[in-house]
């Protein structure tokens, strides 16, 4: 084996190929040659002159495989056409491979940007590219075939040919792939180049089929169908991994995605990427666009070089903005982010560019918030200060006859745009009548708040709009409830680590756990010391006090009425979640809930009590903590939520915690599941 290597490397071997391909050719140069000298007599027709050029420059390259050609493309093997021909007549437009490691659509989109677009992609790799350098494909690289393999690269002056010949079945190296920089132009390029690639056969299969439906000019829905999936696929907006996992029905129905969404899919308002929402799109963006026009046909040929936006998730104009490094050669933004931006982290939009629809358009909105309080002496002026200053109107409290000073300073806010309603603990009893009942009166509560919308939250939630108002959230011209992400605020020795205002100016130093950890309560019966912070938390929501049927426990979802609800998760707008502050408040909001649940008589250590009881969830992180409390671990049980200046580096030099304002320069999605 070692003897065949050094053979297939050596000097001799390379000219040994030379000469067996140009007597393989002898005969087919003869033929061209003669009939070159017959064109050329003839001057009124030049074009066959210069066709015979080209397919005498590509049979001495070497660079032609027959039986590749053959083997690939069925329909030139079953037409029964010379192979060579067609390749140089229609194979090299259409983006056919002259050889396995030759893509001309690749090569094109790699190197030939500013060619002429009638050139031929080979015949320019042949008298041009190859000694300039230029890639052959994303799978040959000239010049890195030459570096990877110093014992050629003095001789070798064809080293496509020398490859597909010799190197090739000496297994050497043809491509090196450096660390690749997402804000490089030639990053670009090759992403593009990569999709290409990936979608060659099927293009190819459109193509063959669009050529046969336009023979039938009777019925040009077909063709009409074809060129739209030919548009999705060349976009490469359309995951099909991600629709197939979104879409179980699709996946289990067996069929072909591009073209379920294609057909369907949009209309239905299924996302073909993650970043795409056709009902969001619509609403944004097209409010006088005909039912029938597919919205993201439209985002590809009209809205993206439009400046539209693709959702509430990602504006095409604010991520070029965020990256100026790339605004210069990125003409497709969402097909960058998606292919090359996302993974690299890249900022989704600057915190600047939030707030764009500012409030003073919206003088006429008012917003009240539902604020849920049981003993906060410690936060809830804080909370009701930071309420006003992101623009709520009016705050209605629901107080669970606070003992420890709340109730008095909940009084010194009475007004008219700000109402207490006082209940007693057995309001969240079943044993509690309707007129009495904790949902059914808060519930009954927002109904008559004279408000546009209402926020839901405890004394130890903040929301959090990312220009400072709520009134600029974007979702709120097109949504009828707002699912809103929950972050935990971790705790240091030296407390929350938040800011004393919560302004954007200071979002930086409002620091949020956003790797948690799902399905939490099945997490901590596996591993019971995980720092309870490091779970994720349920969203909060932001609805239409008019568009409310009813409530849900915990109050974290709406229930709906006779109508369907628009729901949109806003990307501009999130809640912090402060559940753990200071030993004696968390001693203390367990001394009252441990009450509620011995006046109850729920044992928290047994039965359906035991947090750990699968048939109800209902508040089952209380009665974990409740039963730690019995046990006497309630301060090791906080201890472990302490994070100490080394983890806290280690967390968030992994990502696991940051800052609100990177939350939204690199978009709320990326840590929705």
């Known amino acids: 084996m070692r003897t065949l290597l050094v053979d297939l490397l050596s000097p001799q071997s390379y000219q040994n190929a030379v000469a067996a391909h140009l007597q393989q050719i002898e005969q087919k140069l003869r033929e061209i040659d003669a009939a070159f000298r017959e064109a050329e007599t003839n001057i009124s027709d030049a074009s066959v002159s210069a066709r015979l050029r080209l397919m005498r420059d590509i049979c001495a390259s070497g660079l032609f495989d027959a039986e590749f050609y053959l083997d690939e493309y069925a329909d030139v093997r079953d037409a029964g056409v010379d192979p060579f021909d067609h390749y140089v007549l229609t194979g090299d437009s259409e983006g056919r491979r002259p050889n396995r490691f030759f893509s001309p659509s690749e090569y094109r989109q790699l190197n030939m940007a500013d060619v002429l677009p009638g050139r031929h992609a080979l015949e320019h790799y042949i008298n041009e590219g190859e000694r300039s350098g230029l890639k052959a494909s994303l799978t040959?690289?000239?010049?890195?075939?030459?570096?990877a393999n110093p014992a050629i690269a003095a001789f070798v002056d064809k080293p496509l040919f020398h490859y597909l010949k010799l190197g090739h079945a000496a297994n050497?190296?043809?491509?090196?792939?450096?660390?690749?920089?997402?804000l490089a132009p030639e990053a670009y390029?090759?992403?593009?180049?990569?999709?290409l690639h990936q979608i060659e056969l099927k293009l190819q299969e459109i193509?063959?089929?669009?050529?046969v439906s336009e023979i039938n000019v009777s019925d040009t829905s077909v063709s009409a169908r074809l060129r739209l999936i030919r548009d999705i696929l060349v976009s490469g907006l359309f995951d099909a991994k991600f629709y197939l996992n979104e879409?179980?029905?699709?996946?289990?129905?067996?069929?072909?995605?591009?073209?379920?969404?294609?057909?369907?899919?949009?209309?239905?308002?299924?996302?073909?990427?993650?970043?795409?929402?056709?009902?969001?799109?619509?609403?944004?963006?097209?409010a006088d666009l005909p039912p029938g026009r597919h919205?993201?046909?439209?985002?590809?040929?009209?809205?993206?070089?439009?400046?539209?936006?693709?959702?509430?998730?990602?504006?095409?104009?604010?991520?070029?903005?965020?990256?100026?490094?790339?605004?210069?050669?990125?003409?497709?933004?969402?097909?960058?982010?998606?292919?090359?931006?996302?993974?690299?982290?890249?900022?989704?939009r600057s915190i600047e560019s939030f707030g764009g629809q500012k409030s003073a358009n919206r003088s006429g909105l008012r917003i009240a918030a539902n604020l849920g309080v049981k003993d906060e002496v410690e936060i809830i002026e804080g909370t009701i200060a930071h309420l006003r200053n992101i623009g709520v109107d009016l705050i209605m409290v629901c107080d669970m006859s606070s003992t420890d000073g709340t109730a008095e300073i909940l009084e010194k806010y009475r007004s008219d745009d700000f109402w207490i309603l006082t209940l007693t603990n057995e309001a969240l009893s079943d044993r509690a009548g309707k007129e009495n009942n904790w949902f059914y009166r808060n519930l009954e509560m927002c109904k008559s708040a004279p408000a546009d919308w209402v926020i839901f939250l405890d004394a130890d939630e903040y929301w959090i709009p990312a220009s400072g108002n709520l009134k600029d959230c974007e979702a709120v011209a097109i949504a009828d409830v707002l699912t809103v992400d929950r972050f935990n605020i971790p705790l240091s020795p030296e407390g929350p680590m938040m800011p004393s205002?919560?302004?954007?100016?200071?979002?930086?130093?409002?620091?949020?756990?956003?790797?948690?950890?799902?399905?939490f309560w099945q997490h901590l019966q596996e591993d019971p010391n995980t720092p309870w912070i490091m779970g994720k938390p349920e969203p909060k929501i932001m609805a239409k006090p008019?568009?409310?049927?009813?409530?849900?426990?915990g109050l974290h979802d709406v229930i709906e009425g006779t109508v369907s609800l628009r729901r949109v998760a806003p990307c501009d707008l999130f809640v912090a979640h402060l559940p753990l502050s200071t030993r004696s408040r968390f001693e203390r909001k367990l001394k009252n809930i441990t009450t509620f649940f011995e006046d109850e008589g729920i044992d928290v250590t047994a039965g359906k009590g035991d947090w750990r009881y699968k048939e109800d969830h209902t508040s089952w992180h209380w009665r974990r903590w409740a039963a730690l409390a019995k046990e006497g671990l309630l301060p090791i049980e906080f201890d472990r939520n302490v994070f100490e200046a080394d983890l806290l580096m280690k967390l968030r030099q992994k990502g696991i915690i940051r800052p609100a304002d990177e939350i939204f320069r690199k978009g709320l999605d990326r840590w929705r599941t």
């Open 140 to 147: 040959f690289d000239a010049s890195a075939y030459l570096v």
């Open 172 to 182: 050497l190296i043809a491509i090196i792939t450096p660390p690749e920089d997402p």
């Open 189 to 195: 390029r090759d992403a593009i180049a990569r999709h």
């Open 207 to 211: 193509d063959a089929a669009l050529r």
């Open 247 to 286: 879409y179980t029905d699709v996946r289990d129905a067996g069929v072909d995605p591009l073209e379920h969404y294609a057909e369907f899919g949009d209309s239905e308002g299924r996302r073909p990427n993650r970043f795409f929402l056709p009902s969001e799109y619509r609403q944004l963006n097209l």
């Open 295 to 348: 919205a993201l046909e439209h985002y590809i040929n009209e809205g993206e070089r439009a400046g539209l936006k693709a959702s509430l998730a990602f504006d095409a104009s604010a991520y070029l903005t965020a990256n100026p490094a790339i605004e210069a050669f990125v003409d497709k933004p969402l097909f960058h982010y998606l292919k090359l931006g996302r993974a690299a982290n890249l900022d989704i």
């Open 501 to 519: 205002k919560l302004i954007p100016s200071c979002y930086d130093n409002l620091h949020l756990v956003t790797e948690a950890i799902p399905e």
């Open 546 to 553: 008019t568009k409310i049927g009813g409530l849900t426990v």
